[in-house]
T-cell receptor, first 113, second 116 residues
Framework: AQSVTQLGSHVSVSEGALVLLRCNYS??????LFWYVQYPNQGLQLLLK??????LVKGINGFEAEFKKSETSFHLTKPSAHMSDAAEYFC???????????FGTGTSLTVIP | GAVVSQHPSRVICKSGTSVKIECRSL??????MFWYRQFPKQSLMLMAT?????????EQGVEKDKFLINHASLTLSTLTVTSAHPEDSSFYIC????????????FGQGTRLTVV
């Protein structure tokens, strides 16, 4: 069984500040982990994914995440927030078939000018 | 990249009527599609897994007679909300997996269903 916990349903950062969105997972098998972003009234877009290769994964729009097995974490970071980063972010886990995804509750990111 | 088209994007219906939502993979074949429901300020919840040519597999707690899923072709899956009630109002999203082990799900734009 797999599950994901996202700490902090709302995160606010100033423009130019570090973005850190937290994600912890639980999985009975080696997990595949994903971050998705959802802009208002749009579908989900894949930011990045971890599928057992390099533990530091770089994604689109300057985001990256590091898989830490000892901490069962997959936190999403971006060095400098931009106004266009304001959105809802979802962490997701799947098993090694990559077929079913289980999502966290999402974190709403607000960027303050 | 692969595109999944979901239609309609918004629908308002009267209580007791049925609503059909379509999910199409435009430039690839998807033997498996998934339907999710998103409650306000809650997680995306997997409702069911739809396999082409066979019956959908529903997650625990999802009423299969209420949420009818049909996957008649490799590019189309439909979700029909039957006898809709206001509590069915939600955001429904479909996704499809690109075959070949890319571990990437492509999502539709979602459908905002409002039952009045």
């Amino acid at each position: 069984a797999q599950s994901v916990t996202q700490l902090g349903s709302h995160v606010s950062v100033s423009e130019g500040a570090l973005v850190l969105l937290r994600c912890n997972y639980s999985s009975s098998v080696p997990p595949y982990l994903f971050w998705y972003v959802q802009y208002p009234n749009q579908g989900l877009q894949l930011l990045l994914k971890y599928t057992s290769a390099a533990t530091l994964v770089k994604g689109i729009n300057g985001f990256e995440a590091e898989f830490k097995k000892s901490e069962t974490s997959f936190h999403l970071t971006k060095p400098s927030a931009h106004m266009s980063d304001a959105a809802e972010y979802f962490c997701a886990v799947s098993d090694n078939t990559g077929n079913q995804f289980y999502f966290g509750t999402g974190t709403s990111l607000t960027v303050i000018p | 990249g692969a595109v999944v088209s979901q239609h309609p994007s918004r629908v308002i219906c009267k209580s007791g009527t049925s609503v059909k939502i379509e999910c199409r993979s435009l430039d690839f074949q998807a033997t498996t599609m998934f339907w999710y429901r998103q409650f306000p300020k809650q997680s995306l919840m997997l409702m069911a897994t739809s396999n082409e040519g066979s019956k959908a597999t529903y997650e625990q707690g999802v009423e299969k007679d209420k949420f009818l899923i049909n996957h008649a072709s490799l590019t189309l899956s439909t979700l029909t909300v039957t006898s809709a009630h206001p509590e069915d109002s939600s955001f429904y999203i479909c996704s499809a997996i690109l075959a070949g082990g890319t571990w990437q799900a492509f999502f539709g734009q979602g459908t905002r269903l409002t039952v009045v």
